[in-house]
């Protein structure tokens, strides 16, 4: 491309990022030119610094800056007996745009796919059992998606707590809202069938 | 949200970029973790630079690092008596891709809009006349898009060029390749119609 090198630079570098193709990379990197100095250095400094910047919290491995991210740090106002598993730090993100979850979080490598090589001992379970028996745990939560791999994960954790004094729990799944029935697929149909509730 | 402050400057600045919302921004901000530093550093190294480095030419207002860009430099292999008028730098790579034109370029900067304020004098035509009187230029071949301001600015230049020793085309509008005629707007069939070619 004819480009000057530095539009070629960053066109190389958009098209890195996922789901960003050659076209599109061209476009934004073009835009770049009609963005604010100030706005650019932003960007620029928090690319250059977010490798350094961001490790994982050391209680419940969600993102940090510190030894203890912000969530583990609301200690005082968060129900300190009740850890939500989730598979990926977005999902952390979720529960708390979403406000109605104040517990805390127990956040995993990924989930148990045997056929992709993923034990147990890959997705950060240790330190889980660890948490539940150090943080006088009562009740922990499950929010992993329904799939073979989240099913499988939910089964494991739910073995390896036999025998502890902890309710274990999993998020329902079933029909979202605002949706036309017509276009849920059958597996999530079977699934919020067998979880019918009784009309009260 | 409660992300480390570097990922949320980071979802800011992808937000900033078209067509990027906010989950996109997110999911972008999330995965530049999983980037190799070395990458994230050309990134932000050329965010910084870019819009220091990129000017336009001197000549033909695209972009450039130097006085001339790339393609002025390339005097010698070019043909220096002909010269395409495009609205836009994307369109100069678009035609380099395709290989086909070995002449000189003209960018605009955008097409004549007297309805968003844009009159002639705004988009760059004044250094337009000057190059075809010093640079004894025999042909401009006007490429812009089949638009109203497309148009306008077609015969406005058209108009200007009049009296002067220089051919004026435009580029042919109609059918594309390989797509099915009946997704064909009628505007567009109506110019395939009109500039038919007999078929020897």
Known sequence: ????????????????????????????????????????????????????????????????????????????????????????????????KMGGYHGLYHVLDGLISPLDGINPEDINLESLLERIRKENIKEVIIAVKPSIEGETTARYISKILEGMDVVVSKIAHGVPIGIDMEYIDSLTLEMALEDRKSVA
């Open 1 to 96: 491309m004819k480009y000057p090198q530095v539009i070629n630079d960053l066109i190389e570098s958009f098209k890195k990022l996922p789901g960003i193709g050659e076209k599109t990379a061209e476009r934004l990197a073009l835009f770049t030119l009609n963005l604010d100095q100030e706005v650019l250095d932003v960007f620029s400094t928090s690319l250059k610094e977010v490798k350094k910047r961001v490790k994982r919290c050391n209680r419940c491995n969600y993102l940090s800056e510190q030894e203890l991210c912000v969530i583990c740090q609301e200690n005082a106002t968060r129900d300190n007996r009740t850890i939500c598993v989730v598979e990926d730090v977005k999902i952390v993100t979720l529960f708390e």
